[in-house]
């Protein structure tokens, strides 16, 4: 993945490691989307001044248990909101690479919003929603 059009984000975090990476697909009995992951290797999370914040990799089992996204959206990650209620998912579902939002009151698929194609696609226009 090339993170170049967000690489110079204030807000964003260091890079995580396989170990942790592994250790919370562990944790949420999943397997997390080759993408993200590399994702998460570049920054392992963000908060960043428009109030986008995504999830740290220590936070990520933890929101998704608190929304109990496996339970009214399985197949779906929660990894992050915009500090206004609205939450950012993925698809884990590996040939579904598109990025969504939806109200953290009604987390049904039926009303996700994609936001961008694919992460990459979503990272090129710097995370905006």
Not at 71 to 81: A, R, V, W
């Amino acid at each position: 993945m090339n993170f170049s059009a967000i690489a110079n984000l204030r807000g964003l975090r260091a890079g995580t490691n396989p170990n942790d990476v592994s250790s919370v697909e562990q944790q949420l009995g999943v397997r997390l989307p080759s993408e993200y992951i590399q994702f998460l290797m570049f920054s392992d999370g963000c908060l960043l001044e428009s109030g986008l914040s995504l999830y740290p990799l220590e936070d990520l089992a933890e929101r998704n248990q608190t929304y109990e996204i496996f339970e009214y959206t399985p197949g779906y990650l929660l990894i992050g909101d915009d500090s206004g209620g609205m939450g950012i998912l993925l698809s884990l579902d590996a040939s579904q690479k598109s990025i969504y939002a939806s109200g953290l009151g009604d987390l049904s698929p039926s009303g996700f919003k994609v936001i961008a194609s694919s992460l990459q696609a979503w990272i090129d226009g710097h995370l905006a929603l």
